[in-house]
């Protein structure tokens, strides 16, 4: 009963490689998300212009949506509930942006 989705899902097998005779190819794969090494950090750590144009287009698209709620409102229209959130939606794209333009995590473990 019920859906696919519902239900558990199944680990699936994959035969094992043969063993390997030179001691090179038996290393261990890191895991695909951990960096290789101590010293390589996240790539989107400190690239300020990576920054600069994802906040400013970041805030120019929350500054877009909240001006798009506003102008009927400027015609003297009430808002209704649609409306409010549009304009809170425009306004949290705005503030995402001013985040990622501040970057205060990456402030915070500045090595120098």
Known sequence: MGSFLSQPVQPIKVP???EA???AESL???APGAPTSPA??????????CRVLSGAGLIGAGG???WVARR???LGYPPGPGTITQ???GISIACWGVVILSD???KAFRVD
């Open 21 to 23: 005779t030179n001691s």
């Open 16 to 18: 094992a490689p043969p």
């Open 40 to 49: 390589e950090g996240p790539l989107f750590n400190n690239c300020w212009s």
């Open 64 to 66: 877009y949506v909240y």
């Open 104 to 106: 205060p995590k990456g």
């Open 28 to 30: 261990p794969l890191p």
């Open 87 to 89: 304009m809170v939606i």
């Open 72 to 74: 009927p409102m400027k």
